[in-house]
C-alpha cells in the first residue's frame, strides 16, 4: 500500500530536549516537504527537499533541521524544542521534483512542548 | 509572498449543496488544489484544476477558476454526513504548495 508514515504520532516533551520525528515514503517519490499545522493558520511549510542531499527552506524553518540521506526518509529534527513549536507536523511527499502533482501527507504527528 | 484566504466555517443540511471559496494573490500559479482533512487524519488530495482552465467536475465536485478575480470554489452536490471535514485550498508558487487556512464543512443530518 502506498502511504507516507511518521512516527511517533503523539509526543509531549520538555523545552531542550532535542527530538526527531521520523517521516517515510514507500513510493520512490522525489520531493519531500514538512508542514506544521496550527489554528486559523493553515499548513505553513517547514522545510523540502527536491532529491536526496537537496534540501531548502520553506516558510517557517527557524528552530528545525532536515536532512535526506536516502530517497525514502526525511526526518525533521528540533535540537531545542521550545513550547512555540507545540503544534501538528504533517510529512508529505510527491513523485515530481515539486508538489505540482499534488502530494500525498502522512497521518500526522501531535508535538507538545512542556 | 503570496496570500491564500477561506472563511473559516460553513454549515450545510445533508442533501444541500456546498460551497467553499478561496482567494489568492498570485496570479502566476499552475495548479491549485482542494485537499480534505477528516477529523485525525492527514489530508487527502480532493481534486485539483490547471490555472487554463475555467471548470473541472468529478462526480459530486465541481470546481469552478476565475484567474480575473483570483477566486477559487469547490461545489460539493448532494452534501453528506461524511463530507463533514476541514477543506483546504492550496496554490502552487515556484514549486512549493500555499495553503489556506481551510474552511470547516459541518453537514446537519
Known amino acids: 500500500e502506498a502511504q507516507v508514515t511518521q512516527n511517533p504520532r503523539y509526543l509531549i516533551t520538555v523545552t531542550g530536549k532535542k527530538l526527531t520525528v521520523t517521516c517515510s515514503q514507500n513510493m520512490n517519490h522525489e520531493y519531500m516537504s514538512w508542514y506544521r499545522q496550527d489554528p486559523g493558520l493553515g499548513l505553513r511549510q517547514i522545510y523540502y527537499s527536491m532529491n536526496v542531499e537537496v534540501t531548502d527552506k520553506g516558510d517557517v524553518p527557524e528552530g528545525y533541521k532536515v536532512s535526506r540521506k536516502e530517497k525514502r526518509n526525511f526526518p525533521l529534527i528540533l535540537e531545542s524544542p521550545s513550547p512555540n513549536q507545540t503544534s501538528l507536523y504533517f510529512c508529505?511527499?510527491?513523485?515530481?521534483?515539486?508538489?505540482?502533482?499534488?502530494?500525498?501527507f502522512g497521518p500526522g504527528t501531535r508535538l507538545t512542548v512542556l | 509572498g503570496e496570500d491564500v484566504e477561506q472563511s473559516l466555517f460553513l454549515s450545510v443540511r445533508e442533501g444541500d449543496s456546498s460551497v467553499i471559496n478561496c482567494t489568492y494573490t498570485?496570479?502566476?500559479?499552475?495548479?491549485l488544489y482542494w485537499y480534505k482533512q477528516e477529523p485525525g487524519a492527514g489530508l487527502q488530495l480532493l481534486t485539483y484544476i490547471f490555472s487554463n482552465m475555467d471548470m473541472k467536475q468529478d462526480q459530486r465536485l465541481t470546481v469552478l477558476l476565475n484567474k480575473k478575480d483570483k477566486h477559487l470554489s469547490l461545489r460539493i452536490a448532494d452534501t453528506q454526513t461524511g463530507d463533514s471535514a476541514i477543506y483546504f485550498c492550496a496554490v502552487d508558487q515556484g514549486g512549493k504548495l500555499i495553503f489556506g487556512q481551510g474552511t470547516e464543512l459541518s453537514v446537519k443530518p
Open positions: 498570485d496570479s502566476s500559479s499552475t495548479y
Open positions: 508529505a511527499s510527491s513523485s515530481e521534483t515539486s508538489a505540482l502533482g499534488g502530494q500525498y
